[in-house]
């Protein structure tokens, strides 16, 4: 479908065109855009350009709403990019080696970021440009779906594969769609080796190895469903006199290791690597009544690519296996390492879980995440200190959760997230979910509405997860926390009692922002004096207010006006309270002005000063003028006010800038113009005014200004006349020409290097000394803050949508409990990480000080696992520690790599997921013992 804009200017002309309009161009692409929103589907082109091409471009054709994120894309790679015509396209930064090829046969730069390094544009629009600026080179790329829900993405990076002739030895890079069917492979590797197809056999040759004990043979099989890897081995093996000729042997043993059959009733395996499993086969572990559902699918399909399995050696203890890196994947390893040293996890799965199994819940993966984790664990706690490649547990999450597919870097604690709530819903024991309406509080005791709440979910979500990671165990004692919502108009008051599985704490710099405001004397009584102050970093202008308010000693009848001043002028007045303070950058810089409650509503005097510019020809002509300084801003009377009449305000408001002595009369003990401390006179006219009379009889004598006024637009002026009368409700803006002579009389500098609201070019780093604790972390997710604007809360009273405050409280907590750092911090303009130290316990961290319910139990807990991450944003590296608990020891997981560390070292700024363990009031079950009892 070609969609045509009438204002397209296309005129064929001896084979040139005229070109479009900026405003166009960007109507075109628009529409372009909408159109292939609609047209979304599998197959479609889409192509590659540099995300700082495509800004410059952004730039030129203007608009108000950008194509690309702000929130990725680096502004400071921008600076100095003006808005005229960008040139060629160019995607030079986007290509590793270009090797004078095009399309595919270019390789990428590894772990490019969309919207950071590139963006995806339609066919269409890619065609677009190109007529209009050429360049390149071009990067076409097709649109897959992935997962069970079809899920459309672009496949940027399709999958590379080395394949290794087996005649020979030699090597050759074959690219294919993860999507590519096994018979495409054939096909293309057949091709590039001038041989007959029937006699290839092509080999899943991961780290070196023949995996599945057959050849790659079910032709209509994807390479994805195949669970080859980015960048892995494959072999080939051409048939010779009616045999194959190979000097690559089948190794047995395989890296990915096959399910050790455990008795479903014992186990000689301790969580803490104790006796070692024996080598006897079990067969109480059966699944084959499922055999054509699609959980015994699951089943067939986690034992492809399984050669073997190994068991612990003698002497050898479990639960020290690392986990291979498929590119990383050390975020997801990180998790599954902290995840499979749970107690109460581990000793599930390694027993018979098979009747927990539910297939059939549409919220679930039908069983099959539930396997591939038991499976996985398995291995880790079977195979001594062997190293898992877990390439069937990888699969199996991207089928579900597609934007764990590929091979980019990602959250560790989004995997946990999604992990855990899969594997509820595959282990949920409810098999029809009831519907439930939740009743509101209505001023009930709290007990009851707890119950209540914990009654209605349970009766929806009874599994595995929710008794160790929400439920108390025995006592079914939830993770539980009260919310408070209040709302600001009505006040009316709603209570609900959530569950949790694990609990996301702000670092107190997430949750309060430092702020250096300007104060200014609106009647012109003192100099300008900056003040900073701690605000929340999700209040409003009306917190700032109150906050400058009490910092400068703000009168009872007085008021301050916020503004933000840009280039030397007022850009924005924030005149709503109820404004948030997340739309105030760190570099911008805001004032407030200092007034008598009664002038407000008056007419509104904006000062902006300028001096004539001295590299200008026309300097000494008066001619070009440059902006300097901070506005200064009052209110006037409105009784009959001509241009005239602001010759004495404007004064006034520049007499606390008067200099003592003038510069040119008197040096002697002064210092610019000030009288020296020495001198034991007063510094400035605030304290002791000096007299000025020829000043102040005729201010107009030395000063020189142009009028103009907006009608409450301060981005539209019309000039007027000195002789005008001013209407009331005007905006009126004075044009203030500093001469030589002026400066002699006026000290400009308390107006200048107005300062930024938070300097975020120098930090102190923490020491341990200066490091926050967990529990000013915890008290920082306990304070009661406004919702957001995008967070509203729907007011039963008002029947509208309201900006409640919210209050937290915990209630109840579970037998494991996790604490998720939010050390990611994310706006509209920029993204941070904070490697703030925290200082955790290791043991004994009691909350019972914090717990709103007064059921008597023990709330004290020790640490068993951490998922750390080390580095910055888009990228840095994940690992974990893990504690063998009846060993009593720690353990660093870093992907393959498994050493012993002390407990002194554990504690690090790199702890980003916290796993504690009830050890207090906590049932005592080993491994391989069933709960009789509750020891106290």
């Known amino acids: 479908m070609t969609i045509r804009h009438s204002s397209v200017l296309m005129m064929e002309n001896g084979g ?251 186990s000689s395996l301790t969580i803490a690597g104790g006796p070692t499993m024996s080598n006897g086969h079990s067969t109480g572990y059966r699944f084959n009544q499922y055999q054509g559902s699609s959980l015994g699918s699951a089943l067939t399909d986690m034992d492809e690519g399984y050669d073997s399995y190994n068991t612990v050696k003698k002497g050898e203890r479990g639960g020290l296996a690392g986990l291979q890196n498929l590119g990383n994947t050390c975020f997801m390893n990180s998790s599954l390492q902290c995840l499979v040293h749970t107690p109460r996890l581990a000793e599930y799965f390694l027993q018979d879980y098979s009747g927990e199994i539910n297939i059939k819940n549409p919220l679930g993966m039908h069983g099959e995440l539930a396997l591939a984790f038991g499976e996985l664990l398995r291995k880790l706690w079977s195979s001594g200190r062997t190293t898992i490649a877990p390439r069937a547990f990888k699969g199996k999450l991207a089928r579900f959760a597609p934007q764990f597919s590929g091979y980019n870097q990602h959250d560790s604690q989004e995997l946990l997230a999604f992990l855990l709530d899969g594997l509820h819903e595959d282990l949920n024991r409810v098999k029809q979910k009831p519907y439930i309406e939740m009743k509101d509080s209505d001023g009930r005791p709290d007990e009851e509405v707890a119950n209540e709440c914990w009654i209605n979910h349970k009766a929806r979500n009874d599994s595995l997860i929710v008794d160790v990671f929400q439920v108390r165990f025995l006592f079914m004692m939830c993770g539980q926390y009260k919310s408070t919502l209040v709302c600001p108009l009505c006040d009316k008051i709603s209570i609900t009692f959530d569950p949790f599985m694990y609990l996301t704490l702000p670092l107190p710099s997430t949750v309060t922002r430092i702020m250096t405001v300007t104060v200014f004397y609106a009647d012109g009584s003192a100099l300008p004096m900056p003040f900073t102050v701690t605000v929340m970093k999700h209040g409003c202008c009306k917190d700032l207010i109150s906050a400058l308010s009490t910092a400068c000693c703000l009168k009872s009848d007085e008021s301050l006006l916020l503004a933000e001043v840009y280039n030397h002028q007022i850009f924005k007045f924030f005149e709503n309270p109820a404004e948030m303070l997340n739309t105030i950058k760190d570099e911008e810089r805001i004032v407030a002005y200092r007034f008598d409650r009664k002038e407000a509503g008056k007419i509104k005097l904006e000062i902006v000063n300028r001096w004539p510019e001295k590299s200008s020809p026309d300097y000494l002509k008066g001619g070009e003028k440059k902006l300097f300084g901070a506005p200064l801003v009052t209110y006037l009377e409105e009784d009959h006010l ?179 750092l939010k050390r990611f911090s994310y706006s509209r303009y920029m993204k941070n990480k904070l490697d703030t130290f925290v200082n955790f316990p290791i043991h004994n961290l009691d909350l019972s000080k914090y717990m709103k319910s007064k059921s008597g139990e023990s709330y004290v807990y020790d640490l068993y696992a951490i998922s750390n991450h080390y580095g910055g944003l888009g990228g840095g590296h994940y690992t974990a520690y893990a504690k063998l608990i009846d060993e009593n020891r720690w353990y660093h997981f870093d992907d393959s790599h498994v050493s012993a560390v002390t407990e002194a070292e554990i504690k690090t700024s790199a702890a980003y997921v916290l796993f504690y363990r009830r050890v207090k009031g906590e049932s005592k079950v080993g491994m391989g013992e069933t709960s009789k009892g509750h020891s106290g």
């Open 16 to 266: 040139s065109c005229l070109p479009c309009t900026p405003d166009e161009e960007r109507q075109i692409v628009q529409d372009l855009s909408n159109q292939s929103e609609i047209d979304l589907k599998e197959g479609n082109l889409y192509y590659l350009i540099s995300a700082r091409w495509y800004k410059i471009w952004e730039r030129y054709v203007g608009g108000d709403e950008p194509l690309i994120d702000k929130l990725s894309f680096d502004s400071q790679r921008l600076d100095g990019v003006s808005s005229e015509r960008p040139g060629p396209i160019d995607n030079s930064d986007l290509i590793e080696n270009s090797n004078g090829g095009e399309g595919d046969a270019l390789e990428l730069r590894r772990n490019l970021v969309e919207g950071q390094d590139y963006v995806l544009v339609p066919q269409q629009i890619w065609e677009k440009l190109f007529h209009w600026y050429k360049g390149g080179p071009t990067l076409p790329r097709k649109m897959i779906c992935e997962g069970i829900t079809c899920e459309k993405r672009v496949e940027v990076y399709p999958l590379s594969l080395n394949l290794i002739d087996s005649r020979d030895n030699s090597q050759s890079i074959i690219k294919l769609s993860k999507k590519a069917s096994i018979r495409e492979l054939y096909e293309n590797v057949c091709k590039l080796k001038g041989i007959q197809k029937e006699k290839a056999s092509i080999w899943d040759y991961f780290n070196e190895r023949k995996h599945s004990g057959s050849p790659l043979d079910a032709m209509d099989q994807t390479l994805d469903d195949a669970m080859l890897q980015m960048d892995q081995h494959i072999l080939l093996e051409v048939q010779v006199d009616g045999g194959y000729s190979s000097r690559f042997d089948m190794d047995s043993t395989g890296n990915e290791l096959a399910l050790v059959p455990l008795e479903p009733s014992r």
């Open 642 to 820: 001509t241009g005239a009449d602001i010759d004495n305000t404007v004064s006034r408001m520049l007499s606390p800038l008067r200099r003592t002595y003038s510069s040119v009369k008197a040096h002697k003990g002064k210092e610019n113009g000030f009288l020296s401390e020495a001198d034991d006179e007063p510094s400035n006219s605030c304290d002791q005014p000096m007299e000025t009379p020829e000043l102040e009889d005729s201010p107009s004598r030395e000063l020189s200004f142009q009028l103009s006024q907006s009608d409450h637009k301060i981005t539209s002026w019309k000039p007027i006349k000195k002789g005008t009368v001013i209407k009331p409700g005007q905006h009126i803006k004075v044009l203030l020409d500093w001469t030589d002579k002026v400066r002699e009389l006026y000290d400009p500098s308390f107006l200048e290097d107005l300062p930024e609201v938070h300097k975020t070019g120098f930090t102190v780093k923490k020491t341990r000394q200066e490091a926050i604790s967990l529990f000013s972390c915890l008290d920082a997710f306990l304070t009661e803050e406004p919702l957001g604007p995008d967070d509203m809360w729907y007011c039963p009273r008002c029947k509208e949508h309201r900006q409640a405050t919210k209050k937290l409280d915990l209630w109840t907590l579970p037998d494991v409990l996790v604490f998720h």
